[in-house]
Nanobody, 116 residues
Framework: QVHVVESGGGLVQPGGSLKLSCVISRTINSFNVVGWHRQAPGKQREFIVSIGGGSISYADFVKGRFTIPKDTAKNTIYLQMNSLKPEGAAVYYC???????????WGQGTQVTVST
């Protein structure tokens, strides 16, 4: 059983920054893809960014504002968010995919509120 645990959410003002963490209970390199998604109230979950196959993929709305650092030794990926907008308020989820085993693990999410 793989556990995925996000943390670091909270209240941030528009234009501010926040760094989320995602700890995975298995080595990151054992997964084909790890990444971040978010879900705002009343909306579908949407893709933000992922790392896989040696490349990083970003959603268009990120526009250079977000990065996805990782610490392999700690089995942790991060989501560094800068210049946050009010529409960025959502529950942020981390996921880890092992396509060879047809497994996709999700965390419980961490709430981000962007407001004055």
């Amino acid at each position: 059983q793989v556990h995925v645990v996000e943390s670091g959410g909270g209240l941030v003002q528009p234009g501010g920054s926040l760094k989320l963490s995602c700890v995975i209970s298995r080595t990151i390199n054992s997964f084909n893809v790890v990444g971040w998604h978010r879900q705002a109230p009343g909306k579908q979950r949407e893709f933000i960014v992922s790392i896989g196959g040696g490349s990083i993929s970003y959603a268009d709305f990120v526009k250079g504002r977000f990065t996805i650092p990782k610490d392999t030794a700690k089995n942790t990926i991060y989501l560094q968010m800068n210049s946050l907008k009010p529409e960025g308020a959502a529950v942020y989820y981390c996921d880890a995919r092992d396509t060879q085993r047809a497994e996709n693990y999700w965390g419980q999410g961490t709430q981000v509120t962007v407001s004055t």
